[in-house]
């Protein structure tokens, strides 16, 4: 594996952290276009020298996808929920950032038991995979804005990207265009629900929505 | 050849109806071009169903859609609930219209999202291809978003809201799932291109790597569990239920569940086979199936709200499904004959209770009462769909449920007969009394708002049909149904 590869999983990395960090909702979301842009370049920096055809319009669909339109629509998003921050979050920044490393501790931990990395000749691809999910998840489950919550969507389905990189190589085309197109509509519609929410409720806030029970 | 066609036209027809929904129609009109539009999708999938019955299987663009027994028998209940569905909305919506609350620009998006769902989820049944599964689930997912919040309200963006980030981030574990279990094909010599194909994976799974396969098992177990509703991952289900309109929640208890069920049940024979067949999988299945049953019979036995209270006995009714595979054998046979009395009753509850809560005014059953007397034939409808559900004999659901019994007791499967027998008691006793007080209870003010025409004979024979097919099968099943299930349940395996 080679350096360039390396090299994008840690950016990968660093900007899980600082996703971790984030308060303002449009830096959190110009990051998640960083790591989209990431997440492009990484099948070509694995193919290395020669580029399938294949290979090279699927990273630049998913490149234009994640760092283009996704950011553009949630962007569109924030502004029209004329929220900026999220204020209180259910868990502490500081507190998220310390489970982020937390996290990547146990994702390496977890990589070496169950040994996927000496197959694939990858020793970053898994583990930095593990951590990416459990950053999307963690923002899923610890932030109140609708938006966080889509971006920690986004960032899960970024990390199981790079597993299926390192673990699968050559899912037929179909398959990856049709995943594609369903990420982005997912993203449209979750993007739809955040502006008739903000509409509705005059706030953007997940954990106020509790009037169904029981 | 003409069978692989068959598939192609199953899929166009509802695919073209969908982009045919986008022009510009009356609500009247629309609504008409829903149900016939409905019937038409069904005519158009008949023939591969037929070509299924006659020939074991049916494949078409090379291998990638392909139609057996157990496939096929899905794609008749994603019929059986989507045609009277589509019938019922004609005249649920003719209502909410009348009353301002169905403007044309929504009909239009409901009628183009019913028909690009039902297209979905023949993707879904059709797909020999794991991944192609995955991605009309997911599709189906995200347009049922779209149809649950229908009416916008604050409780239907809720419900909505919930819905889509539990099932979508069940969806991305379910795809994990399946990258698992591409991982695990490595050693098997398949090509990557082909290696997601289900019959490829049948006939190696032998040779695949168990470690992975059981990993990937598990994930799409949680991913489509979340789909199908079985508990801990049930959360958004009764609100989705309650705030959707009734011809939705139908035909998402009446096929959804069951679909998101069938992609476990694809992946469960591969996964005993690569674990040996020691019952590992199949454990995973009943341990959620009984808790789910637990779990719903609690919430049932405290419920108010009609649609939630239907909502809730489709976790239960999962959860015996869930049972009985996970039982196999018997079981497996059971579940499948469950599956179809649940789709013929389920939607039928759901149908009962709209048109009860459109002349009351509300979903609270306490302010319901002596519906048999007040709005005989969907008070009546609904009584027996409750009796159905509850599995009284000698419905079909009855027979079912018994079998699942029968195969857990065989297997002297104790604890599990333990549980499920209670599951069931409770279940029964927290719908008899909503049954009884629902029912014939008169102290109840009739409602506000009694449709305005009493409902013609075809209305009666809506709601009669499906109960005498229940009773009907309850008493004899006909051979060819009896053997095809059988066919189906040979292949989600587990020995006969």
Same mark, same amino acid.
């Given at each position: 594996m080679n350096h360039g590869v390396d090299t994008l999983l840690v950016v990968m990395l660093l900007s899980c952290f600082l996703l971790l960090g984030a308060s303002r909702l449009a830096a959190a979301v110009r990051l998640t276009a960083v790591q989209g842009f990431m997440i492009g370049l990484l099948p070509l920096a694995i193919e290395g020298g020669e580029l399938p055809l294949r290979v090279a319009i699927l990273a630049a669909l998913i490149a234009a996808l994640k760092a283009g339109v996704f950011p553009w629509l949630l962007m569109r998003t924030v502004r029209a929920a004329r929220t900026t921050h999220e204020d209180r979050p259910l868990i502490g920044y500081g507190l998220s950032m310390l489970s982020g490393v937390a996290a990547v501790g146990a994702a390496f931990w977890l990589d070496a038991r169950l040994s996927f990395s000496q197959d694939s000749g990858a020793t970053l691809v898994v583990p930095v995979a593990f951590s990416v999910m459990a950053t999307g998840l963690f923002l899923m489950v610890g932030r109140r804005t609708a938006i966080c919550q889509v971006l920690g969507y986004l960032t899960l389905e970024n990390g199981i990207y790079i597993f299926g990189l390192a673990l699968v190589s050559g899912i037929p085309m179909l398959i990856e265009l049709g995943v594609l197109m369903d990420m982005f509509v997912a993203v449209f519609v979750m993007g739809i629900a955040i502006y008739r929410i903000s509409r509705e409720f005059d706030h953007i806030d997940a954990a106020q929505l509790t009037s169904l029970k029981g | 050849m003409l069978g692989g066609s068959c598939i192609y036209s199953a899929l166009a027809v509802p695919a073209a109806l969908a982009l045919g929904a986008l022009l510009r129609l009356s609500t009247v009109a629309r609504l008409r071009y829903l149900t016939l539009g409905t019937i038409l999708s069904a005519a158009s999938a008949l023939p591969a169903l037929l070509q299924t019955w006659a020939q074991g299987e049916l494949t078409a663009a090379q291998g990638w859609l392909r139609l057996d027994a157990l496939s096929a028998l899905h794609v008749l209940l994603l019929l059986l609930a989507f045609v009277p569905a589509a019938y019922y909305a004609e005249r649920y919506f003719r209502h909410a219209a009348q009353a301002g609350q169905f403007p044309p620009q929504t009909a239009r998006r409901f009628s183009a999202l019913w028909f690009g769902s039902l297209t979905m989820m023949m993707l879904v049944l059709s797909a020999n291809n794991l991944g192609l599964m995955w991605v009309g689930m997911e599709a189906s997912t995200l347009i049922l978003a779209f149809l649950f919040c229908t009416q916008i309200t604050p409780g239907s963006l809720e419900a909505m809201w919930k819905y889509l980030l539990m099932c979508s981030v069940g969806m991305a574990m379910a795809f994990l799932g399946i990258l698992l279990i591409a991982a695990a094909?490595?050693?098997?010599?398949?090509p990557v291109t082909t290696a997601l194909l289900w019959t490829n994976l049948r006939d190696a799974s032998q040779l695949l790597d168990p470690a992975l396969v059981k990993a990937g098992f598990l994930f799409l177990v949680v991913g489509f569990g979340t789909k199908a509703g079985l508990a801990p991952l049930h959360n958004w289900l009764p609100d989705a239920y309650s705030q959707a309109p009734s011809p939705v929640s139908a035909i998402s208890s009446g096929c959804l569940l069951n679909s998101a069920l069938y992609c476990i049940l694809r992946c469960l024979p591969l996964a005993e086979d690569a674990s040996g067949q020691v019952g590992w999988a199949r454990g995973v299945l009943v341990v959620l199936g009984l808790f789910s049953m637990i779990v719903a019979a609690g919430f049932l036995l405290a419920q108010r709200d009609i649609k939630r209270l239907l909502a809730y006995s489709s976790v239960e009714h999962i959860g015996i499904m869930a049972t009985g595979f996970g039982l196999g054998g018997l079981g497996t046979f059971a579940a499948l004959l469950h599956m179809l009395g649940h789709t013929l009753a389920k939607p039928l509850g759901f149908f009962c209770a709209g048109a009860l809560a459109q002349a009351y $005014?509300?979903?609270?059953?306490?302010?319901? $009462?002596?519906v048999v007397r007040q709005v005989p034939i969907w008070g009546t409808g609904f009584v027996l769909a409750l009796l159905a559900l509850m599995g009284v004999a000698p419905g079909v659901l009855f027979l079912s449920e018994f079998l699942v019994l029968k195969s857990a007791v065989e297997q002297e499967a104790w604890w599990v007969v333990v549980i499920y027998l209670l599951a069931l008691a409770l279940a029964f006793l927290a719908l008899l009394r909503r049954v009884i007080a629902i029912g014939w209870n008169a102290a109840t003010p009739p409602p506000e708002q009694l449709p305005a025409q009493p409902e013609g004979r075809s209305m009666q024979l809506f709601v009669a049909l499906p109960l005498v097919l229940i009773l009907l099968l309850g008493l004899c099943l006909p051979f060819g149904l009896l053997h095809w299930i059988q066919i189906a349940a040979d292949i989600i395996g587990g020995g006969a």
């Amino acid at each position: 594996m080679n350096h360039g590869v390396d090299t994008l999983l840690v950016v990968m990395l660093l900007s899980c952290f600082l996703l971790l960090g984030a308060s303002r909702l449009a830096a959190a979301v110009r990051l998640t276009a960083v790591q989209g842009f990431m997440i492009g370049l990484l099948p070509l920096a694995i193919e290395g020298g020669e580029l399938p055809l294949r290979v090279a319009i699927l990273a630049a669909l998913i490149a234009a996808l994640k760092a283009g339109v996704f950011p553009w629509l949630l962007m569109r998003t924030v502004r029209a929920a004329r929220t900026t921050h999220e204020d209180r979050p259910l868990i502490g920044y500081g507190l998220s950032m310390l489970s982020g490393v937390a996290a990547v501790g146990a994702a390496f931990w977890l990589d070496a038991r169950l040994s996927f990395s000496q197959d694939s000749g990858a020793t970053l691809v898994v583990p930095v995979a593990f951590s990416v999910m459990a950053t999307g998840l963690f923002l899923m489950v610890g932030r109140r804005t609708a938006i966080c919550q889509v971006l920690g969507y986004l960032t899960l389905e970024n990390g199981i990207y790079i597993f299926g990189l390192a673990l699968v190589s050559g899912i037929p085309m179909l398959i990856e265009l049709g995943v594609l197109m369903d990420m982005f509509v997912a993203v449209f519609v979750m993007g739809i629900a955040i502006y008739r929410i903000s509409r509705e409720f005059d706030h953007i806030d997940a954990a106020q929505l509790t009037s169904l029970k029981g | 050849m003409l069978g692989g066609s068959c598939i192609y036209s199953a899929l166009a027809v509802p695919a073209a109806l969908a982009l045919g929904a986008l022009l510009r129609l009356s609500t009247v009109a629309r609504l008409r071009y829903l149900t016939l539009g409905t019937i038409l999708s069904a005519a158009s999938a008949l023939p591969a169903l037929l070509q299924t019955w006659a020939q074991g299987e049916l494949t078409a663009a090379q291998g990638w859609l392909r139609l057996d027994a157990l496939s096929a028998l899905h794609v008749l209940l994603l019929l059986l609930a989507f045609v009277p569905a589509a019938y019922y909305a004609e005249r649920y919506f003719r209502h909410a219209a009348q009353a301002g609350q169905f403007p044309p620009q929504t009909a239009r998006r409901f009628s183009a999202l019913w028909f690009g769902s039902l297209t979905m989820m023949m993707l879904v049944l059709s797909a020999n291809n794991l991944g192609l599964m995955w991605v009309g689930m997911e599709a189906s997912t995200l347009i049922l978003a779209f149809l649950f919040c229908t009416q916008i309200t604050p409780g239907s963006l809720e419900a909505m809201w919930k819905y889509l980030l539990m099932c979508s981030v069940g969806m991305a574990m379910a795809f994990l799932g399946i990258l698992l279990i591409a991982a695990a094909t490595r050693h098997t010599g398949l090509p990557v291109t082909t290696a997601l194909l289900w019959t490829n994976l049948r006939d190696a799974s032998q040779l695949l790597d168990p470690a992975l396969v059981k990993a990937g098992f598990l994930f799409l177990v949680v991913g489509f569990g979340t789909k199908a509703g079985l508990a801990p991952l049930h959360n958004w289900l009764p609100d989705a239920y309650s705030q959707a309109p009734s011809p939705v929640s139908a035909i998402s208890s009446g096929c959804l569940l069951n679909s998101a069920l069938y992609c476990i049940l694809r992946c469960l024979p591969l996964a005993e086979d690569a674990s040996g067949q020691v019952g590992w999988a199949r454990g995973v299945l009943v341990v959620l199936g009984l808790f789910s049953m637990i779990v719903a019979a609690g919430f049932l036995l405290a419920q108010r709200d009609i649609k939630r209270l239907l909502a809730y006995s489709s976790v239960e009714h999962i959860g015996i499904m869930a049972t009985g595979f996970g039982l196999g054998g018997l079981g497996t046979f059971a579940a499948l004959l469950h599956m179809l009395g649940h789709t013929l009753a389920k939607p039928l509850g759901f149908f009962c209770a709209g048109a009860l809560a459109q002349a009351y $005014g509300t979903n609270d059953m306490r302010r319901m $009462g002596g519906v048999v007397r007040q709005v005989p034939i969907w008070g009546t409808g609904f009584v027996l769909a409750l009796l159905a559900l509850m599995g009284v004999a000698p419905g079909v659901l009855f027979l079912s449920e018994f079998l699942v019994l029968k195969s857990a007791v065989e297997q002297e499967a104790w604890w599990v007969v333990v549980i499920y027998l209670l599951a069931l008691a409770l279940a029964f006793l927290a719908l008899l009394r909503r049954v009884i007080a629902i029912g014939w209870n008169a102290a109840t003010p009739p409602p506000e708002q009694l449709p305005a025409q009493p409902e013609g004979r075809s209305m009666q024979l809506f709601v009669a049909l499906p109960l005498v097919l229940i009773l009907l099968l309850g008493l004899c099943l006909p051979f060819g149904l009896l053997h095809w299930i059988q066919i189906a349940a040979d292949i989600i395996g587990g020995g006969a």
